[in-house]
């Protein structure tokens, strides 16, 4: 892999590294865990403009566009979220902007700069990445692999720190996977996988993280278990967000800024109440509904219309 992921996915980098994380005995009442703090990271937008950018993207795999003209601009600072269709272009833009694919066309700017021409563990220091499906090396530990995160960290004057040990520690209990730590990844549930990979990439401390449908895998509890803890990163430590969802519900609760594509284009953006109406889901994901206020979060709540009336929306 290329771009904003980490030599971890492939088994490279620091090989020489065996993590060795202990559990430590707590007899107080547990917390809530906390993810690890992102350091303050260079090139910090003061003004608050969008640091992560698109500008007249073309979007293709070999001979098939799936983008043309493409322009985003990420705001600095929030939990955005792209929805759509399924083959909408969602995952394909995110690749673009961790530099996992190559625009035919345009460029991705990260703090002014085109992040092609950027050296890959500078980009992985401030971009991290969670792709939308990952293939862990071989007999590999959970401990290990979440470790591995810390790679864009080590030079040959920085080698494993307790500091490292601290960071793999805290992301494995923010994503409640410190019991499996000396398990192989290959033997766990699709679940349990998916919670292992985001806590490398929480281990990575990235001030701009970007989230291939991170729920993929996971039941319902678990997936508000991981959302609930997207939005502690944003609110609580300021970082960046962009999470692809396929759950309009859950992109209208979390997200502070939605942006909906449809043919590859990006058709509407703004606040989820701005956003997320009847109208447009009928457009966009030709389903007919009805938007009414969630009664827990008070965000928008899409209710699919009745099997007769969807029916009779459609003229059938």
Known sequence: ??????????????????????RQQTPEAPQEAKAPKSPRSEGTSASGAPRLTGEDLTL?????????????AVPDKSFTVVVGPNACGKSTLLRALSRMLRPAAGSVLLDGAD????PAKKLARTLGLLPQSS????????????????????????????????????????T???????????ELSGGQRQRVWIAMALAQQTPLLLLDEPTTYLDIAHQIEVLDLCARLHEEEGRTLVAVLHDLNHAARYATHLIAMCGGEVVAEGAPGDVVTARLVEEVFGMPC?????????????????????RAARGT
């Not at 992040?115 to 950027?118: D, F, K, R, T, V």
């Not at 409640?176 to 290959?186: A, I, N, Q, T």
């Open 1 to 22: 892999m290329t771009g904003a992921t980490t030599d971890a996915t492939t088994g490279r980098g620091n090989s020489a590294r065996t993590a060795s994380v202990t």
């Open 60 to 72: 293709a795999y070999d001979r098939r566009t799936v983008s043309e003209g493409l322009t985003v």
């Open 115 to 118: 992040i092609g021409g950027m």
């Open 135 to 174: 293939v862990a090396p071989d007999g590999i530990t959970v401990a290990d692999l979440v470790a591995r995160g810390r790679y864009p960290h080590q030079s040959l004057l920085r080698q494993w720190s307790r500091e490292d040990e601290r960071v793999v520690r805290e992301s494995m209990e923010a």
């Open 176 to 186: 409640g996977v410190e019991d499996l730590e000396s398990r192989f990844v290959d």
């Open 290 to 310: 009805r938007v009414i206020e969630d009664p827990e979060s008070g965000t928008p709540l899409v209710v699919p219309a009745a099997r007769s009336r969807a």
